[in-house]
């Protein structure tokens, strides 16, 4: 299983980037599985941006970033992207995805995925 993260880079705030994240080698078929976005600001722990569910095919976000974020996916493609609009300054971060089969309450916990991507680093300058 393999995914790889892309899209990253340095804007200044009110900008917009889209990272992908690219998915393969997965036994079940990729819809099968829930996909969650998480950041690592230098010196803090991995935190959760959002996810789109295999459950019930919905999206959730922490509350930094509704709004302004939007996860999509194109299960054909194997790919999910998440929009990112206004971009502020504390968005700057490592941006990782992770593909996992949580449960909804849950879908926010990085130990529920198993499944990460290498990071993608986003610069937001003021």
């Known amino acids: 299983v393999q995914l790889q993260a892309s899209g990253g880079g340095v804007v200044q705030a009110g900008d917009s980037l889209r990272l992908s994240c690219a998915a393969s080698?997965?036994?079940?078929?990729?819809?099968?599985?829930?996909v969650g976005w998480f950041r690592e600001a230098p010196g803090k722990e991995r935190e959760f941006v959002g996810a789109?569910?295999?459950?019930?095919?919905?999206?959730y976000y922490d509350d930094s970033v509704e709004g302004r974020f939007t996860i999509s996916r194109d299960n054909a493609k194997h790919i999910v992207t998440l929009q990112m609009n206004n971009l502020k300054p504390e968005d700057t971060a490592v941006y990782f995805c992770?593909?996992?089969?949580?449960?909804?309450?849950?879908?926010?916990?990085?130990?529920?995925?198993?499944?990460w991507g290498q990071g993608t680093q986003v610069t937001v300058s003021s």
């Open positions: 992770g593909a996992g089969r949580p449960i909804i309450s849950a879908i926010s916990r990085p130990s529920m995925y198993s499944a």
């Open positions: 080698g997965f036994a079940r078929t990729f819809s099968g599985y829930s």
């Open positions: 789109i569910s295999h459950t019930n095919h919905r999206t």
